[in-house]
Every structure is written in structure tokens, then in C-alpha cells.
């Protein structure tokens, strides 16, 4: 999924405005990408996880297919007035169509509701660990032997508030909302997609002499082959983070909301 994104730079001059126009685009891969993070635990957590692949690419080609149409749809329905969030661009004078987008919108914030935490599964695994440490959850037992499960739960639970209310305040507090998706989708989806992998192929596989790869390719190769990957997700990172985050600060200054 391509996001294009236009910053209009105004250049002042003795009589005239001149406007430059930066496109630039972002991988956004958020049908795709946000759910490979979660594959292996996933993986570990099923009762037959030698099921995982054929079970994983029906899932996926479902979710992939799921989120073309709808994007497709909203694309033809609204074209280039098509907002960061579809929702934004539920608007109608007519009573009944107001009930519907009313209606839509409801749903939509249940579904988010229902379903953001299901996104902090994977890093709660990384980073309970640490408040536990911090926090000495450890040595609950021994200072509250009767009530200690109860405390250890509401301080992993208010943890968890305290870090969907900062990811709310992100959200909020962002003028344009597809400011802030061509932001996560330059900073986090190409970390993920272009950089990441390939690295980590290299480290894992790097003393390795048993690999199918080299079969096709001597390992001279494939790390060049990784090198230039992670150069092409280097560019991606540095251009359409710069860019996206300069949107922002502009808008900042502008004082100007697409969420208005």
C-alpha cells in the first residue's frame, strides 16, 4: 500500500509566492506487515503449530484481500479528498445517510476499542518483564503473600492504560492524521520490512554452511544482495521519516487540522 503524501512549501519573494510541491512515498504496510511481528507467538501459542503456514496464508490472504477492496472502495468513492481516516470523510446532509455514517462510526470505534490491545500482545512480552524488574513485582510474595496476584495484576493493567493513553495523546494531538500514518509507515513499517530482516539473515546465517540460499547464490552474494536491501530501507527511512515529521511540524506552526 502506496502513501502519497504533498508538503506545499510557500518561498517569499519581493512580489510573488512560489510553490514547490515534495511528493513523497511511504510503504505502509500495515495489512501486511504489523501482523509478522506476532507470527511466532502466534505459532508457539497454537495447539498443532506445525499448522501455522497453511493456516497463516489463508489469514493473510483474507486480511490482504479484506483491506485492498475497502481501500480501493473509499479510493473511488471520495479519489483525492480522501482524508488519513475514511471516517473523517462520512459526511452527508441527508437525516438518513447521517444515522448510517453515525452508525459506521460507532462500530468502527468499538472494533478499535475491542481490538488495540490484541496489537500490544508483542511488545507486553518485551517490556513487562522490565516493570516487573523495576518495580520489584518479583518480591510481591514475600511482603504481600495473601493479596500479592491482585497487585501484580493491577500494576500490569495500569501499564498497559498508561501506554494506550500515550499512543492516544500521540494521536490526538497530531493535526493531520495521515501525517501521522506517513510518519509510523516511514519510522516503523520500513524498519520492519527493509532493514530488519535482512540484518537479521546475516547474523543468523552468516557462519552457516547449510543454507538452500547457497545453493542459488554463494554467500558473497547474499549479503550483498542483503546490503543493498537494507541501503534501499536506509533511503525509505531517512527521506519519508524527514519528510512525514517535517508535515507535522509545519501543520504545527500552520495550525491547521484535516480533523476539524
Known sequence: I??????DIQTPHTHTHTHT??????????AVLLPCPQALPLENKMKTPSHFNRIGWIAMSIVISLYSVFGSLGYLAYGTVLKGSITLNLESNITAMKIFF???KLFYSYAIFATYMVQFYVPMDFMEPVLHKCLNLHKLKDRFPTHHSAI?????????AVVVMITAVLAVSIP?????IALVGAF????????FPPLMEIAVFWSSTDRKCLRVFSKLEWVIKDLLIVLLGAVGFCFGTYAAFYAIVIKFKEGTSSCS
Open 176 to 180: 493531520d492524521l495521515g501525517d501521522l
Open 152 to 160: 501484580k495484576m493491577a500494576a500490569e493493567n495500569a501499564f498497559r
Open 102 to 104: 453515525l452508525l459506521t
Open 21 to 30: 510541491h515534495i511528493h513523497t512515498h511511504h510503504i505502509n504496510g500495515f
Open 188 to 195: 516503523a513499517s520500513t524498519s520492519l520490512s527493509f532493514i
Open 2 to 7: 502506496t502513501y502519497t503524501h504533498t508538503i
